[in-house]
């Protein structure tokens, strides 16, 4: 893997994800499904209460230390997964590590903000540092 990180911007390239494939754009629409029945719905166990019915959300608006109480107006994660990337502008499959940025805030009016990046595990032809080397030589 050469760990240089593409953002996927066309939403027509397709993700194979072990055996499921997706265009970018369902992808993400079905992350952001997930992201938001888990991050509204699914309790977190509540340590103070003894109780496991408060949401996510609710569990990290209620964090404290000693008795300061800390405001956490945003939350980020990074995944990252083995797929298989075809771009519409590409050559075939590609396979490599897909990094999913999920941002939640509450501060701003967007609160799911997704990335989806692509790392392939090896560097295309073009992408080679000695593609200038074989210009020159093929224009002598």
Known sequence: MNNKFITLDCDDDVVLLQKDT??????????????????????????????????????????????????????????????????ISGKGWHKGKLKIQIEISNITTNKYKLCFEFCPDEASESESPLDDIRKMIQAT
């Open 22 to 87: 997706f265009k970018v754009s369902r992808l993400k629409e079905l992350v952001r499904e997930e992201i938001c029945r888990k991050w509204e719905s699914h309790g977190a166990y509540d340590y103070s209460i003894q109780k496991a019915n408060t949401s996510i959300y609710e569990f990290f608006k209620k964090i404290s230390v000693s008795q300061q109480k800390l405001k956490i107006d945003e939350i980020r994660f990074n995944l990252i997964v083995d797929c298989q990337i075809l771009k």
